[in-house]
């Protein structure tokens, strides 16, 4: 067997053995190997894509990655309209509803499946002889959009089917659970970036990104609970139909139930009114649909809606309480962030006490007042926050919020950058910003370091056993000890944490030293490119605009960060304890012809996506970068190139067309 042959063996079984893996993780929920087995398979797979670049398929697990940078989306017509649901808000209209389906079906018996109604966005989803070659939003029900690349980097959606069917359209809900978009809420306001109002807002929003590279890193789940269009198989009733969508490899949901009387039906939705708060994704309802088929189709539709199916939407939870207080604290950045503190109340299954305001703009705009009576609900089920004031309800002693002009912890000036909504203490010395510098340090993304949470880092500070995250690192057993609530079991276990922190990957020390707009895939990007710490330190802003994910507000911040005396004290703190500050490299290929060269790549390639042309140089050795400069060595062009090309040829860089590129890489 050639290499390339043997290569192509070991692709086949690994993308088999990885898709099993999916299968296993997403739709059964029962996975039977760890992510670091998972990752060392993904690893293999990817490497040898790289070696290999014509041998990467349009189904390779390696495409969930998020491939090129879309200039828009292609609008695409449904195989058959995606219609909605009619709608009902409680006893009397789903049995009316049911007396309708009766009538029409003169006195046959009924069967009904409930299914969860979840809060997401439709979507649609094409495969042809087993293959995914189409994901579309809803749209207008007609035509929708094509989103494609990005619904490839969601885990949950098979890329090959598990049987081969010859053409079939499924639809289902794309979704953000919800702890996926509080993180991603919490996120966004540390950068000072707008906020999406519900978990449905975020997912939408995910999807509709023109780089798939940002979807890819958005956790987006789905459930699939249609079928719009097969060919060569037939299903008795809708139920069947579902089990059989879970054996092709779609995750279907767990929580669906036939029932063959609409008092069942009835007693099943109930059950959901309170218990829908304990799910780990937002549902707004529940969906009731004929079973069989035949019945569905004797039934047929309105211009709207099927006359087989309705929603029972559950009513919007919302409750009246009081603002006692609003305080503001100041995060890590700097930024200050107003909370309303509420009289104690129950919404949506739990009890609220506060809600972030956010800002000074939207407490004025809803004219919060302390001493107020507000209403409150969740967005999104998760996220409590103030919908509206009842003005009507003021009795004179309702006190304005004053916006202070100083930091309430360092007393210094607070700043508020032009087209920026957020106050800032610009005092990189805050006590403040420092507490919350280190909570970020040892949090989970970062050191990870475990049994170091907020309490205990407040404690460390108070006691004055730690003034900076270096700090962690000269605590002694003696030290912890005589703290309250430690032992010497806990003692031991907290040293051994910080002491196993020092070995983190060098892309985890970046991401924890919490350097504005640096989240942890520019760390990572950073690391791999800097190669160390101090080269990180050390590079300027044009140089870290060469690294392909850095932008000019990221480059700026990283100088600034490293020009601060403080900080270079720290990281010589950080040096001197013995953390890790050199990147890992990863295996490599002996194929080193491209080492030391750095390309540009401009217009479209005929055989090559962005990614792959990209991952052939890398494989050599070689770099790629996003602009052209004096630095760059070959500029490729492929086909209607941007100004890069014109760049190029007045700086008198090498120019390669495809022809050329080819030969380099083979
Ligand atoms: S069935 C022709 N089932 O609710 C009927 N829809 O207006 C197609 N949804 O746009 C819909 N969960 O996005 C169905 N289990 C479920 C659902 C569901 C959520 C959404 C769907 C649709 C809207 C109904």
């Given at each position: 067997?050639?290499?390339?042959?043997?290569?192509?063996?070991?692709?086949?079984?690994?993308?088999?053995?990885?898709?099993?893996?999916?299968?296993?993780?997403?739709?059964?929920?029962?996975?039977?190997?760890?992510d670091?087995?998972?990752?060392?398979?993904?690893?293999?797979?990817?490497?040898?894509?790289?070696?290999?670049?014509?041998?990467?398929?349009?189904d390779?697990?390696?495409?969930?990655?998020?491939?090129?940078?879309?200039?828009?989306?292609?609008?695409?017509?449904?195989?058959?309209?995606?219609?909605?649901?009619?709608?009902?808000?409680?006893?009397?209209?789903?049995?009316?509803?049911?007396?309708?389906?009766?009538?029409?079906?003169?006195?046959?018996?009924?069967?009904?499946?409930?299914?969860?109604?979840?809060?997401?966005?439709?979507?649609?989803l094409?495969?042809?002889?087993?293959?995914?070659?189409?994901g579309?939003?809803?749209?207008?029900?007609?035509?929708?959009?094509?989103?494609?690349?990005?619904?490839?980097?969601?885990?949950?959606?098979?890329?090959?089917?598990?049987?081969?069917?010859?053409?079939?359209?499924?639809?289902?809900?794309?979704?953000?659970?919800?702890?996926?978009?509080?993180?991603?809420?919490?996120?966004?306001?540390?950068?000072?970036?707008?906020?999406?109002?519900?978990?449905?807002n975020?997912?939408?929003?995910?999807?509709?990104?023109?780089?798939?590279?940002?979807?890819?890193?958005?956790?987006?789940?789905?459930?699939?609970?249609?079928?719009?269009?097969?060919?060569?198989?037939?299903l008795?009733?809708?139920?069947?139909?579902?089990?059989?969508?879970?054996?092709?490899?779609?995750?279907?949901?767990?929580?669906?139930?036939?029932?063959?009387?609409?008092?069942?039906?009835?007693?099943?939705?109930?059950?959901?009114?309170?218990?829908?708060?304990?799910?780990?994704?937002?549902?707004d309802?529940?969906?009731?649909?004929?079973?069989?088929?035949?019945?569905?189709?004797?039934?047929?539709?309105?211009?709207?809606?099927?006359?087989?199916?309705?929603?029972?939407?559950?009513?919007?939870?919302?409750?009246?309480?009081?603002?006692?207080?609003?305080?503001?604290?100041?995060?890590?950045?700097?930024?200050?962030?107003?909370?309303?503190?509420?009289?104690?109340v129950?919404?949506?299954?739990?009890?609220?006490?506060?809600?972030?305001?956010?800002?000074?703009?939207?407490?004025?705009?809803?004219?919060?007042r302390?001493?107020?009576?507000?209403?409150?609900?969740?967005?999104?089920?998760?996220?409590?926050?103030?919908?509206?004031?009842?003005?009507?309800?003021?009795?004179?002693?309702?006190?304005?919020?004053?916006?202070?002009?100083?930091?309430?912890?360092?007393?210094?000036?607070?700043?508020?950058?032009?087209?920026?909504?957020?106050?800032?203490?610009?005092?990189?010395?805050?006590?403040?910003?420092?507490?919350?510098?280190?909570?970020?340090f040892?949090?989970?993304?970062?050191?990870?370091?475990?049994?170091?949470?907020?309490?205990?880092?407040?404690?460390?500070l108070r006691?004055?056993?730690?003034?900076?995250?270096?700090?962690?690192?000269?605590?002694?057993?003696?030290?912890?000890?005589?703290?309250?609530?430690?032992?010497?079991?806990?003692?031991?276990?907290?040293?051994?944490?910080?002491e196993?922190?020092?070995?983190?990957?060098?892309?985890?020390?970046?991401?924890?030293?919490?350097?504005?707009?640096?989240?942890?895939?520019?760390?990572?990007?950073?690391?791999?490119?800097?190669g160390?710490?101090?080269g990180?330190?050390?590079a300027?802003?044009?140089?870290l605009?060469?690294?392909?994910?850095?932008?000019?507000?990221?480059?700026?911040?990283?100088?600034?960060?490293?020009?601060?005396?403080?900080?270079?004290?720290?990281?010589?703190?950080?040096?001197?304890?013995?953390?890790?500050?050199?990147?890992?490299?990863?295996?490599?290929?002996?194929?080193?012809?491209?080492?030391?060269?750095?390309?540009?790549?401009?217009?479209?390639?005929?055989?090559?996506?962005?990614?792959?042309?990209?991952?052939?140089?890398?494989?050599?050795?070689?770099?790629?970068?996003?602009?052209?400069?004096?630095?760059?060595?070959?500029?490729?062009?492929?086909?209607?190139?941007?100004?890069?090309?014109?760049?190029?040829?007045?700086?008198?860089?090498?120019?390669?067309?495809?022809?050329?590129?080819?030969?380099?890489?083979?």
């Open positions: 067997m050639s290499s390339i042959e043997k290569a192509r063996a070991e692709l086949d079984s690994l993308r088999r053995e990885i898709e099993e893996h999916d299968y296993r993780y997403y739709v059964l929920d029962d996975p039977v190997i760890d670091s087995q998972y990752d060392q398979l993904m690893k293999r797979l990817l490497q040898l894509e790289k070696e290999y670049p014509q041998l990467v398929t349009p390779s697990p390696s495409q969930r990655v998020g491939g090129q940078v879309q200039e828009g989306f292609k609008p695409v017509r449904h195989l058959a309209p995606m219609l909605s649901l009619g709608n009902s808000f409680d006893e009397g209209e789903l049995r009316d509803f049911d007396r309708r389906v009766r009538a029409a079906l003169a006195g046959q018996s009924v069967e009904y499946v409930v299914e969860l109604k979840i809060d997401g966005l439709a979507i649609s094409v495969y042809e002889k087993g293959i995914f070659v189409r579309a939003t809803r749209g207008n029900g007609e035509m929708g959009e094509d989103i494609t690349q990005n619904l490839k980097t969601v885990g949950s959606i098979p890329l090959r089917l598990r049987r081969p069917v010859d053409r079939l359209e499924v639809r289902g809900e794309a979704y953000m659970p919800k702890d996926a978009f509080a993180d991603l809420n919490a996120r966004r306001e540390e950068r000072g970036e707008p906020l999406f109002a519900n978990p449905r975020a997912a939408a929003g995910s999807l509709r990104q023109l780089d798939p590279g940002i979807t890819a890193q958005r956790r987006i789940s789905t459930f699939i609970y249609a079928i719009g269009h097969v060919e060569g198989q037939a008795p009733n809708h139920y069947a139909g579902l089990q059989w969508l879970k054996e092709l490899g779609f995750r279907t949901n767990p929580e669906v139930q036939v029932f063959d009387h609409i008092s069942k039906v009835i007693e099943y939705v109930n059950s959901w009114q309170q218990r829908r708060f304990d799910l780990p994704y937002a549902i309802g529940l969906v009731i649909k004929v079973n069989s088929i035949e019945q569905q189709e004797a039934l047929g539709f309105t211009a709207k809606s099927p006359r087989w199916a309705i929603a029972y939407k559950f009513p919007a939870e919302k409750a009246i309480t009081r603002v006692e207080d609003i305080k503001l604290t100041v995060g890590r950045t700097g930024v200050l962030t107003p909370t309303a503190f509420l009289t104690p129950a919404v949506a299954g739990s009890t609220v006490s506060r809600a972030v305001l956010h800002n000074e703009d939207i407490i004025k705009k809803k004219d919060i302390i001493g107020d009576t507000v209403v409150v609900h969740k967005a999104g089920d998760v996220i409590p926050e103030i919908v509206e004031v009842l003005v009507d309800k003021r009795r004179g002693q309702e006190r304005e919020f004053i916006y202070p002009d100083h930091c309430p912890e360092c007393g210094t000036q607070l700043v508020r950058a032009a087209g920026e909504v957020a106050h800032r203490c610009p005092n990189t010395q805050c006590p403040a910003r420092n507490r919350e510098g280190i909570f970020h040892v949090s989970r993304g970062a050191m990870d370091i475990e049994g170091l949470g907020p309490a205990v880092v407040t404690q460390l006691e004055g056993l730690i003034s900076d995250a270096a700090d962690l690192y000269s605590l002694k057993f003696e030290d912890l000890i005589e703290l309250e609530r430690f032992g010497e079991k806990s003692a031991q276990n907290l040293l051994n944490a910080i196993d922190s020092k070995e983190r990957p060098l892309s985890r020390l970046i991401f924890a030293l919490g350097i504005r707009h640096v989240g942890q895939t520019a760390a990572k990007k950073l690391a791999e490119h800097f160390s710490l101090d990180l330190a050390r300027t802003e044009e140089e605009l060469a690294v392909y994910e850095v932008g000019p507000k990221m480059a700026e911040s990283i100088v600034k960060w490293f020009a601060q005396e403080n900080n270079i004290k720290l990281l010589n703190k950080l040096i001197f304890a013995g953390v890790n500050t050199a990147h890992e490299e990863t295996s490599k290929t002996s194929d080193e012809s491209l080492a030391g060269k750095t390309f540009v790549l401009t217009g479209t390639l005929a055989d090559f996506t962005r990614r792959q042309a990209k991952a052939a140089i890398e494989a050599r050795g070689g770099k790629v970068t996003s602009s052209v400069s004096k630095k760059t060595d070959f500029v490729v062009v492929g086909e209607n190139p941007g100004s890069k090309y014109e760049k190029a040829q007045s700086l008198g860089i090498e120019i390669l067309t495809e022809e050329k590129f080819k030969k380099l890489v083979n």
